[in-house]
């Protein structure tokens, strides 16, 4: 192999520069020719692709979002056109592929790959850490901090107020930010899409801490939650309190993605985007670089797709214990 390509796609997350510069740079160090593809997918279908440089990806691991572009492409999901796109990389010489993003960036490559052949080593880039085949994903760890910050300003404002503040973090199917972000930030409730959590549970936890004195509390909601969204959830509980308390609802929302990358996720990404590069380099396709209890790991992208990653017991119990 002489010729590689690295694209992100999808959702950005924070770290994801950190991860292209470790692609460049050691495709650099292996003598490889590397080739950026602007826009992900769609920038392949329309030929948007260069070629890099150690020089392309200098001061930018500490730069959020990400200096290719992004994009998600329903053209690509087409049959029409992935062969627009493998007709590009033909033209350009390209071999492989380095994919940094999530479960739809790897769907795209398994199919790319079934009828064109050209191989994907993917680094799992998703600040949801919804990608089973690794312990965290890229940009989850920023973004956990970004959460977190909110929760602690809001937590001074509900105090001076006497309020319950409501709270919406990102994580459509999984309730990884909302369950570390509400154990680290103190609230009294964490509801994740993982685990059905009914309101009269949350009311009589509310009640429980106004019997105790406590004067203002914190509930975390994952977007994802099967109850609903914060404000939805928020109007069923009001329905079921004393009209007295009063209520907030606060959402997050794009905030999480952006920001300067914490330094787990700088480190985090470097490793996964050399280790993506390598297994590429050494016959690996079609998986995803991971890293499980601090070791390097490749997962069949079918697996990363199809299983799921559950959320610890230990952290939900923990939530419970630590209200009281």
């Known amino acids: 192999m002489k010729r590689i390509a690295v694209f992100t796609s999808g959702g950005d997350a924070p770290g ?15 003598g490889l020719e590397v080739f950026g593809i602007r826009r992900g997918y769609s920038g392949m279908i329309n030929g948007d692709i260069f070629q890099m440089t150690s020089h392309s990806v200098s001061n930018i691991v500490q730069r959020g979002g990400t200096i290719l572009k992004s994009a998600r492409s329903k053209e690509f999901m ?3 056109g992935r062969a627009k796109a493998a007709e590009q990389l033909q033209k350009f010489g390209i071999e492989g592929l380095v994919a940094i993003g999530g479960n739809g960036t790897f769907t795209g490559a398994t199919l790319f790959y079934d009828e064109y052949g050209i191989p994907t080593v993917g680094a799992p880039g998703t600040i949801d850490n919804d990608l089973y085949g690794t312990d965290h994903t890229i940009g989850f760890d920023t973004a956990v901090n970004t959460a977190l910050e909110a929760i602690d300003k809001i937590r001074d404002t509900a105090d001076s107020h006497d309020r319950i503040f409501f709270i919406e973090v990102m994580g459509r199917d999984s309730g990884y930010i909302a369950i570390q972000s509400g154990i680290a930030g103190g609230a009294e409730m964490v509801m994740v899409p993982e685990v059905l959590t009914p309101i009269s549970e949350v009311v009589e936890t509310l009640k429980a801490g106004w019997s105790r004195q406590k004067s203002s509390s914190i509930v975390v909601i994952a977007e994802g939650e099967e109850a609903g969204i914060a404000t939805e959830i928020a109007e069923k509980i009001r329905a079921q309190v004393e009209p007295k308390v009063d209520m907030r609802v606060t959402t997050l929302g794009h905030i999480q993605r952006g920001g300067i990358p914490t330094a787990y996720d700088r480190i985090l990404a470097s490793r996964l985007g050399l280790g993506a590069l390598e297994g590429l380099m050494n016959g690996e396709k079609n998986v995803m670089a991971g890293v499980v209890n601090n070791e390097l790991v490749y997962t069949p992208f079918r697996d990363t797709i199809r299983l799921p990653k559950p959320i610890s017991e230990d952290l939900l119990r923990m939530v419970k214990i630590l209200s009281v």
């Open 16 to 30: 994801m520069n950190a991860c292209i510069r470790a692609v460049v740079r050691g495709a650099v160090y292996h």
């Open 78 to 80: 087409t049959p029409e």
